[in-house]
């Protein structure tokens, strides 16, 4: 059963603390992206992935960190020198079909900070 | 800066009524669009694609694209209060960018 799995459902950060977001997906897709989604806000874009061993800033990229090491896996660092995350963070995956993209998103981690 | 605009809402209609959801986008050359349905608390979920203009249907959902005017929207047909919902609008511009631009969505409510 294909798919995007992110973990954990929610996090909780301390002051001060890295925390880092899972996402592995086994659609073989090429691309991957993180975005942040604020209450009532739209998407933004942090991280995108559209090859192994590459990524590239989004919008919001700062006090964030990322890497492809593997085309399933692009996890995110919500570092300490982001100074408020408290959102739901999507992953989301996209593959070129025939020219097109196609953009899916996994189920979403919901980051507090205590 | 690309933009895509989407009615705040909250858009209420009675159950069994259409829902008529709009989008404009600013890049002329966008290629790809997408509609997907967000629960409250969840992520969002594909439901349409249009690449092409005119109307494409899927159930009780239909699409339309219109380039030359740059929008494009969504109908539900006989709505029902599962529909209650916020619907994002995205666009992808061509060439492989793999980089959409969202709408900050409308939110509908289906009243009994």
């Not at chain 1, 990322?66 to 739901?88: D, G, H, Y």
């Not at chain 2, 029902?80 to 960018?97: I, R």
């Amino acid at each position: 059963d294909g798919g995007i799995t992110q973990s954990p459902k929610y996090l909780f950060r301390k002051e001060g603390q890295n925390v880092t977001l899972s996402c592995e997906q086994n659609l073989n897709h090429d691309a991957m992206y993180w975005y942040r989604q604020d209450p009532g806000q739209g998407l933004r874009l942090i991280y995108y992935s559209q090859i192994v061993n590459d990524f590239q800033k989004g919008d919001i990229a700062e006090g964030y960190s990322v890497s492809r090491e593997k085309k399933e896996s692009f996890p995110l660092t919500v570092t300490s020198a982001q100074k408020n995350p408290t959102a739901f963070y999507l992953c989301a995956s996209s593959i070129d079909r025939t020219g097109v993209e196609t953009q899916y998103f996994g189920p979403g981690t919901r980051l507090l900070v205590l | 800066q690309k933009e895509v605009e989407q009615n705040s809402g909250p858009l209420s209609v009675p159950e069994g009524a259409i829902a008529s959801l709009n989008c404009t986008y600013s890049d002329r050359v966008s290629q790809s669009f997408f509609w997907y349905r967000q629960y409250s608390g969840k992520s969002p979920e594909l439901i349409m694609s249009i690449y092409s203009n005119g109307d494409k249907e899927d159930g009780r959902f239909t699409a339309q694209l219109n380039k030359a005017s740059q929008y494009v929207s969504l109908l539900i047909r006989d709505s029902q209060p599962s529909d209650s919902a916020t619907y994002l609008c995205a666009v992808f511009p061509p060439g492989g960018s793999y980089i959409p631009t969202f709408g900050r969505g409308t939110s509908l409510i289906v009243h009994p």
